[in-house]
């Protein structure tokens, strides 16, 4: 098993800078990526970016892409989501996920492609 503990959330301005932290435990020698999905009220859950564990290749939702940046730090077993220029339309509760499996990269952005998923973290962005 592999547990997901997302960290960092809170209320910040809109054009402000948030950074969220996820940290993996358990099996986390045998992960293959680590993602950010998000949920919005009313709405479904949407894929934010990913970052592959091993190669460090990162992708990312057109929404965020050049605001938002993902990163690992591998000794730690944590994967950082820095948000920079945020706009309101980015208030979600913000999930981080594990992928077990190299499934093709096509899944990454794909929520059913994911094995572990974490508590979620509630990110508010004021106008």
């Known amino acids: 098993q592999e547990q997901l503990v997302e960290s960092g959330g809170g209320l910040v301005q809109t054009g402000g800078s948030l950074r969220l932290s996820c940290e993996a435990s358990?099996?986390?020698?045998?992960?293959?990526?680590i993602g950010w999905f998000r949920q919005a009220p009313g709405r479904e859950r949407e894929f934010v970016a990913t970052?592959?564990?091993?190669?460090?290749?990162?992708y990312y939702a057109d929404s965020v892409k050049g605001r938002f940046t993902i990163s690992s730090d591998n000794a730690k077993n944590t994967v950082h989501l820095q948000m920079n220029s945020v706009k309101p339309e980015d208030t979600a509760v913000y999930y981080c996920?594990?992928?077990?499996?190299?499934?093709?990269?096509?899944?990454?952005?794909?929520?059913?492609?994911?094995?572990?998923w974490g508590q979620g973290t509630q990110v508010t962005v004021s106008s």
């Open positions: 996920a594990a992928q077990l499996f190299n499934r093709g990269y096509y899944t990454l952005t794909q929520m059913h492609a994911y094995d572990y």
């Open positions: 970052i592959v564990w091993s190669a460090g290749s990162t």
């Open positions: 358990g099996r986390t020698f045998s992960t293959y990526a």
